[in-house]
């Protein structure tokens, strides 16, 4: 079937599908897409170098539609650099990134679209999302939900208030922070999104309405899979050096930091830094993680230096010594510890899915 994605009055919305190996989950994702009460839209799907048949069931879907437009990733391989393909690619005013095992109801685009003429001056919109395991009658409840609280407070203690697919970008705005970091092998969304925020960028969230996405769970092959939070050395350290290159992506723009944003972004690369000790009861990383930091970030390192202090004292009481001293400074870590519940003893020995932060693009 053919159809027209020139100007109809309505813009014309790119959605961007990376996909990689998807050729039993795919048909349902692009039936989703199908399924639009909004018409004016394309579909970029952006394979990186599938092994199965996931690119002979794309092509069933441009043979009938020719709004499904299917490419190679030209960029470093992995989901951000199939995004950033897409993106180079696509013709649409308007962006929505979908997942290739993920899924949007019927009235999604219609949904945003109009939000975003009430909201023109906005450069990117926020909507609710749900989980799903197999089909969709199967609900694990919501993405995230809205608080008072700061989001970018909420961003920066990895409790990301939305997921990819949960937002509708201009275009314009994702190549003014330069879109996904093609370097990332995990957190690629979080990434984003902490960029914009960061950078100012005008947003609205309309999360207490009707969710219209749907979030796979449990997926299989999926390009971004999960694996352990800190359990693994080698992928705390990459936890470590993301949040690392946060304060190099802060510093380099100059972006101010009020005290509690700041306090905020130490506290959680401080949660992170006592795993070491905590999960791995290594000492001499602990000491070298917060030695690195303060040779790269000297003048943020106040409130470091403290998380540091009571991490050793609490782990070495932990293990029966000088439990009189921990008492004694308890008060000075209270004070001067934003979130001084990260750093509790109950709560260091949890998993990041134990701490019931919500899960990200991992």
Known sequence: MQFSTEDTGFPLVSI???AYNRETLIGETLHSVVEQTYVNWECIIVDDGSSDNTETVVKSFCEKDNRFKLFKNNRKKGAPGAR??????????????LDSDDLLENFCLETRINYFKQYPA???????????ENNKTNLKGLWNIDS???DLIRFLRIDALWQTTGAIYKKQTLFEVNGFNETLTFWQDYDLHLRL?????????????KPDSYYRQHSIGSIGSSIPFVSSLETLK???????NIVQYIQSNHICLNKREGRALWSTIGFLNSCYLFVHHNHRLFKKAYSTQYRKFRKEMYYA???????FLLYIRRRGAIHRIYVVYKWIFQKYLLDYNIFTENTLLKTFEELNIRKIDI
């Open 305 to 311: 230096k403290i998380n540091y202090m009571h991490d």
């Open 238 to 244: 990459k936890r470590i050096d993301f949040f690392e």
């Open 197 to 209: 925020i960061l950078s100012k960028k005008r947003y609205k969230k309309f999360l207490n309405g």
């Open 84 to 97: 950033n393909t897409g993106l180079d690619i696509c013709s649409g005013e308007y962006v929505i990134f």
């Open 122 to 132: 906005e450069n990117f919109l926020v909507f609710p999302m749900l989980f799903f």
């Open 16 to 18: 961007i599908i990376p």
């Open 148 to 150: 008072t609280e700061s």
